[in-house]
């Protein structure tokens, strides 16, 4: 990875830590560890290139390959269980089923594991290649990030996380504003990993989407 793209990905990195508020102690922000971002970004591609790990990038920075405007203070990958035990610089801090997160040197990673089928599928189905600073980096799809979205929204309303729940169903609608996108094929692959009552809530959630969208469309063309 080169060093350009290491302080690309860092300079996102850093603008998401710094506007929150929560970072800030006393006033006072941890200025060393944020001088420490762009090695620790490279360090971490240049471990996942080296060992050749099958990772897809997703989560915020992914997004902003395709819209604009939204903040991220760590790095998302899709990888398998037995890659990430190739990788033991990173220090695990939670871990379930189907996620993990953990901190490599000082660049937070958060991480869908392909023991969830539909991550698996994701990571197999819906890659591409992506430009960071002048380096190709393996990333989601729109369609595989429209797939993400939708799919956790029934775990966030289930824990009153209502905040997470606005945002992600923003960047649905920001995506699908920016890009032509074919929505049933994307509902029928989540289908078979989410119970009806959730599905029933996920279709529900992108009809409100799409009437958006047209009012969105029909109040542009007015104005054209």
Same mark, same amino acid.
């Given at each position: =990875? ?100 953990? =901190? ?121």
């Amino acid at each position: =990875m080169s060093k350009f793209a290491a302080r690309r990905i860092a300079d996102i990195l850093k603008d998401g830590i710094t506007f929150d508020l929560k970072n800030w102690r006393d006033g006072k922000m941890d200025v060393e560890s944020l001088s420490q971002l762009p090695q620790s970004v490279d360090n971490l591609f240049s471990a996942l290139d080296s060992r050749r790990i099958d990772y897809l990038l997703v989560g915020g920075l992914a997004l902003l390959s395709y819209i604009e405007g939204r903040n991220t203070q760590d790095v998302d990958f899709i990888l398998s269980k037995r890659d990430l035990e190739t990788l033991p610089e990173l220090v695990i801090t939670e871990e379930n089923q189907s996620f993990a997160r953990g =901190m490599f040197e000082t660049v937070q990673v958060d991480l869908l594991l392909t023991q969830n089928r539909l991550f698996e599928q994701v990571q197999r189905d819906y890659a591409t290649t992506q430009q960071y600073g002048g380096r190709a980096i393996k990333c989601v799809t729109v369609e595989g990030l429209v797939i993400l979205k939708l799919y956790a929204l029934p775990s966030l309303y289930s824990q009153g996380l209502f905040s997470k729940v606005s945002i992600y169903e923003n960047d649905v609608q920001l995506l699908l504003l920016s890009h032509e996108v074919d929505l049933p094929p994307l509902l029928r692959v989540i289908a078979p990993h989410v119970i009806a009552s959730d599905l029933s809530a996920i279709e529900e959630t992108v009809a409100d989407i799409r009437a958006r969208l047209v009012r969105f469309t029909q109040r542009r063309d007015d104005l054209t």
